[in-house]
């Protein structure tokens, strides 16, 4: 069985990775056009690379949780399956996942915006950073912003509309493209969700509850 997975930032929730719709989170100490837009790069690189080392420095802390593990196991098995992130921790990946589709980018990695080359980012980054390729200060995070193109879009768009099962874990389906996947699925559809997301309706089944909960039970239950 081919099975595509989106997952989004409530994936990650009970990892302690807030998201920026959190009312208490690190999120809501800057304003999104700074810190998550080329324009506020272009303002303020500094702000910008203070923010991402951050949520750097969060990551790094985190651990990843049981819809991680459960998802590992099950890319693991022998379903075909293709593990698509919005999310940009690497947390899919410490838990054993491999060839990880991240489509928002991947915060441990950095971009040079002058040459384009990418390497895996130091802990701490500044604009002063020179790049390792063409010595250009022009270094930042490898993350897409708002207004940017997600990655791999081909990629991604082939593998919902091929799979026999889509799945969206976690996710608001309030950012483009990746709320519309759903609506490219030609096979059957799941929501595993703490609650219902925007595009609830565009699924053919969901369940509710933690990722803890929610995503080790399913996947007991295609592994079996």
Not at 108 to 125: E, I, T, Y
């Amino acid at each position: 069985m081919k099975v595509t997975i989106l997952t989004g930032a409530g994936t990650s929730a009970e990892s302690g990775l807030g998201t920026f719709r959190d009312t208490d989170g690190l999120w809501t100490q800057y304003d999104l056009n700074d810190v998550a837009t080329p324009e506020g790069f272009a303002r303020n690189p500094a702000l910008v690379h203070e923010f991402y080392n951050a949520r750097r420095a969060n990551c790094l802390s985190a651990s990843p949780n049981a819809a991680h593990e459960a998802l590992a196991v099950l890319q693991a098995g022998p379903h075909d399956v293709t593990l698509i992130t919005q999310n940009v921790d690497d947390l899919h990946e410490r838990a054993g996942s491999t060839d990880v589709i991240h489509m928002h980018g991947a915060l441990m990695r950095a971009l040079c915006a002058s040459c384009g080359k990418r390497w895996d980012a130091p802990q701490v980054m500044s604009p002063d950073d020179p790049c390792p390729h063409c010595t250009a200060p022009a270094t930042r995070p490898d993350v897409v912003w708002f207004g940017e193109t997600p990655y791999a879009m081909g990629t991604i768009t082939q593998a919902a509309q091929q799979a026999d099962l889509f799945v969206a874990i976690g996710t608001s389906a309030e950012v483009y493209p990746a709320a519309g996947l759903v609506e490219l699925a030609r096979g059957a559809t799941l929501e595993l969700n703490l609650e219902p997301s925007a595009r609830t309706n565009a699924f053919g089944a969901r369940r509710f509850g933690p990722a803890t909960q929610v995503v080790p039970a399913w996947v007991a239950e295609v592994m079996a």
